[in-house]
């Protein structure tokens, strides 16, 4: 039986009593087991830390935790202690991996486990017993996600993995308790930016077409949820990829939403899905509610409640989702669903105040959605708030920038129990910390069906440039960015289209810093260059 506690962390992770972070160090099981309370956060490093591992638990599964974010290149399992070491191909995907289970805790065996970064740099694990059964489990597991995975190498940030859309094909057996689009919205949300949701009714089953704005998001959701219960013993998700690469909805209602479209009519007793999908999905020309009533009931799960959605209730359950009274007796409406703005103020805390200014904080934040307001603390200014437009953009800036490098040094970011960020009242001492961004020209998602929606990526070393004017030269861009005291590694234009380019620079710290830097800069002729991270590489 083991304890219940968590166990301490060793002298794996990550911490300044380990050893210095002067030089790379290697992890080979070998390593004191001294261990110290005070630790501080690491910078990130593609060897990452894995605790209360259950001890029946394969090779096969820990790897299975990284696959969706790219190759896993070494493991080291530590049974006797409960813990794994997983290294990551690059810092990169280590650090989305960390990034998105920040937010959603990964779960094997029906157990929590718990993903931080190690401060060894690699895995040296050659002359240690057991690990041929290991590198076999690692060549079998790449080699199955081999094809699904690698990433396009195509210069377009819209370019998808081979074989593999952003649109997710549900079905619902056992539909003992209706599914409403809000549910499927909330459960799926956890993986990352649902788009667009369709619902229709095909050979009696309730069915729906979900887009991803990545179509790593709706791999990590299929591997996830295929084959689990929404509700306990009932409501069995099976999940494929669709042949679709985009939806295309009318109206927002309670049978179909784009999330980016606000906008767009409710449409009542109108088709839902357009002709061509209608022939694709040989669906009726008013898709029909899967029993009578349905159209009645309410979202079975409201909003509020989305972060406590849990999936270790019990295998093959997503967790203790319950029917409201008032929804079974059909009283509640389902409504036009406007994003909500509770929870969308986050907290950023472990900043450098040599150097942090709300201007910054807008440019980074605003990347993943329209920030309202943002506020340095006056008496800590290490910490700020920001206030994004609604819970989803929150939730999205936080499981991508929280555990960044920015000036040096590792932001935290979490969500605030704050619901709103304060201005100042009139004549109040402020020195300039709290900013209202609320009418900024540089928001990028307020435009409806913004095609920026579909380019949200995490910080990366290699930036995507947009809106150059045709005089602008490679040479002066990359002295841009040279002159601004950045190594610049690689630069390109896009082939079909010079007002666009990548540029790769030394690290995702260097990139972040450069972004906030230069975006909205001046190029002349009307021109102010847009900078967003880029999930290509040059």
Known sequence: MWASEEPPASAFTCGRTTMSNSTPSTANGNESKTYKRDRSPCGPSRVLHVRKVPIEVSEAEVISLGIPFGKVTNLLMLKGKNQAFIEMASEEAAITMVNYYTTATPHVRNQPVYIQYSN?????????????????????????????????????????????????????????????????????SKFGTVLKIITFTKNNQFQALLQYADPMNAHHAKVTLDGQNIYNACCTLRIEFSKLTSLNVKYNNDKSRDFT???????????????????AFGAPGIISSPYPGAAGFAPAVGFPQAAGLSM???????????????????????????????????????????????HGLFILFGVYGDVQRVKI??????????????AT????????LNGQRLHGRVIRVTISKHQTVQLPREGQEDQGLTKDFSGSPLHRFKKPGSKNFQNIFPPSATLHL??????IADDMLKDLFSSAGYKVKAFKFFQKDRKMALIQLGSVEEAIQALIDLHNHDLGENHHLRVSFSKSTI
């Open 393 to 400: 953009q929150a939730q999205l800036a936080m499981s991508h």
């Open 466 to 471: 947009s809106n150059i004017p045709p005089s």
């Open 312 to 358: 270790q209730a019990m295998p093959g359950a997503l967790g203790p989702l319950t029917i409201p009274t008032s929804a079974v007796a059909g009283r509640m409406a389902i409504h036009g669903m406007a994003p909500t703005a509770l929870h969308s103020v986050l907290l950023v805390s472990n900043l450098n105040p040599d150097s942090i200014s709300p």
């Open 261 to 279: 479209r606000l906008d767009l009519p409710s449409g009542d007793g109108q088709p839902t899905l357009d002709p061509a999908m209608t022939a």
């Open 120 to 188: 060894h740099r690699e895995l040296k694990t050659d002359n240690l017993p057991n690990q041929g059964r290991t590198q076999a489990a690692l060549q079998a597991v790449n080699a199955v996600h081999s094809g699904n995975m690698t990433h396009s190498a195509s210069a377009s940030d819209s370019s998808m993995m081979p074989g593999q859309s952003p649109v997710l094909r549900i079905i619902v057996e056992n539909l003992f308790y209706p599914v409403s689009l809000e549910v499927l919205h909330q459960i799926f």
């Open 377 to 390: 603390l006056f008496n800590k200014k290490e910490n700020a708030l920001v206030q994004m437009a609604d």
